[in-house]
């Protein structure tokens, strides 16, 4: 199962890439659309932040989502968030053969208060995935508004939308 989770995560992952590839800096700094005023940077440094938040915390059992790290480099400079996924890379694919026999503490706000909850590793990894997709879909709109084509086959689509009802891929 977790070849399966890693292997997912690492080819969204690689969309990524292929987008930052893609666009210029000005481009993956722009924080001009409405209503959010939000980058292109800003939504995957907080798509790694989630993902950092995992391998933080896997060690001492104690994953804390709120412990977002906000590091701006990763928001402005697409080499940094370039080197930062390819070293998720690696750090992911050493989960492969960790023992997951546990369940895993994470604690989350959910919009009340701070809450913990049991997590597989499997499980909090697929969450993390599809968050990532999640924030591929809002980069999606944010290129769309830059009038930026997307050219990356299934960037932010969850791979069950039907085929017929993805646009510009």
Same mark, same amino acid.
């Given at each position: 199962?977790?070849?399966?989770?890693?292997?997912?995560?690492?080819?969204?992952?690689?969309?990524? $890439?292929?987008?930052?590839?893609?666009?210029?800096?000005?481009?993956?700094?722009?924080?001009?659309?409405? #209503?959010?005023?939000?980058?292109?940077?800003?939504?995957?440094?907080?798509?790694?932040?989630?993902?950092?938040?995992?391998?933080?915390? $896997?060690?001492?059992?104690?994953?804390?989502?709120?412990?977002?790290?906000?590091?701006?480099?990763?928001?402005?400079?697409?080499?940094?968030?370039?080197?930062?996924?390819?070293?998720?890379?690696?750090?992911?694919?050493?989960?492969?053969?960790?023992?997951?026999?546990?369940?895993?503490?994470?604690?989350?706000?959910? %919009?009340?208060?701070?809450?913990?909850?049991?997590?597989?590793?499997?499980?909090?990894?697929?969450?993390?995935?599809?968050h990532?997709?999640?924030?591929?879909a809002?980069? %999606?709109?944010?290129?769309?508004?830059?009038?930026?084509?997307?050219?990356?086959? %299934?960037?932010?689509?969850? #791979?069950?939308? #039907?085929?017929?009802?993805?646009?510009?891929?």
């Amino acid at each position: 199962m977790k070849v399966i989770i890693v292997a997912s995560i690492n080819q969204n992952l690689q969309k990524a $890439i292929a987008l930052i590839d893609s666009i210029s800096t000005e481009q993956y700094c722009d924080a001009s659309v409405a #209503p959010y005023y939000s980058s292109i940077g800003s939504h995957l440094r907080h798509v790694l932040d989630f993902f950092d938040c995992i391998v933080m915390g $896997i060690d001492n059992n104690a994953i804390d989502l709120t412990a977002r790290k906000r590091d701006v480099t990763l928001s402005t400079d697409k080499e940094a968030a370039k080197t930062y996924i390819y070293q998720l890379q690696q750090t992911l694919n050493s989960y492969i053969d960790t023992n997951t026999d546990y369940l895993l503490h994470v604690t989350d706000n959910l %919009g009340t208060d701070k809450v913990t909850v049991t997590y597989t590793l499997e499980s909090i990894l697929a969450h993390a995935n599809s968050h990532a997709t999640h924030h591929f879909a809002t980069i %999606g709109y944010l290129l769309c508004q830059q009038g930026v084509a997307c050219d990356i086959p %299934g960037f932010g689509y969850n #791979p069950t939308t #039907p085929m017929e009802r993805r646009e510009g891929i």
